[in-house]
């Protein structure tokens, strides 16, 4: 597994210091760790540092974005976990992935009509475990939380996709996803994720 630093180094390799799809990776990155650490604080037995680990969670968050390096369309999720196969780094590229279809299954992407079964079989063939985890629940909600290189709640970042890409059941469906995915893991914290992440709301990361 990637350390973080080795994570930023790739960042730093794959995105262009002029653009801010890789601004928004570290913040991504930064606050899916602070989740990630204030859930083993808890210390339930439902979590272990095998299913939620700070640096694996950092580093996804990293990382889940490199594909715009490739494709800067819907289909960059797809190509970053390519490259991070192509690297040696397929477990990595798990949140390049589900990044992309926030939680839905298979079946719901197929009903889009968009993809094809083999490039469908292909996405969910590669993601080892199958189903989908706490530790994808928590880079789905981080990725919700910055809007460009800037931390802000789930209905700005969202009403901000809905102003860039108009109103659609997609977006409504993301939306939806991701305020499950703030309950199930505020369910684990025991006190709302939002709390958690609401101190940090509006600070924006510059290029240096």
């Known amino acids: 597994m990637l350390t973080p630093l080795e994570a930023h180094g790739l960042l730093a390799t794959y995105g262009p210091a002029t653009e801010l799809w890789p ?44 594909g715009r390096s490739k494709s800067n369309g819907p289909m960059h999720g797809w190509s970053g976990f390519v490259l991070l196969r192509s690297l040696g780094y397929a477990n990595e590229g798990r949140g390049c992935l589900t990044h992309w279809f926030k939680g839905r299954e298979q079946a719901e992407m197929a009903a889009t009509g968009k ?44 009403q901000d996709l809905r102003d860039r890409y108009g109103a659609s059941t997609w977006m409504a469906r993301t939306e939806e996803l991701a305020n499950q995915h703030a309950d199930s893991i505020s369910a684990q914290l025991g006190f709302t994720v939002h709390d958690l992440v609401a101190p940090l709301y509006g600070e924006i990361l510059e290029h240096d």
């Open 115 to 158: 993809f094809s079964d083999d490039f469908l079989n292909g996405v969910f063939g590669n993601l080892e475990p199958r189903e989908w985890l706490l530790t994808d629940s928590i880079l789905s909600f981080a990725d919700s939380c910055v809007m460009h290189n800037q931390i802000v709640s789930l209905k700005t970042r969202h």
């Open 23 to 66: 601004l928004h990776c570290r913040l991504v990155g930064r606050i899916a760790r602070r989740v990630a650490e204030a859930l083993i604080e808890r210390k339930t037995d439902s979590i272990s540092t095998l299913e939620v680990n700070p640096d694996t969670l950092e580093v996804m968050g990293l990382l889940h974005d490199i």
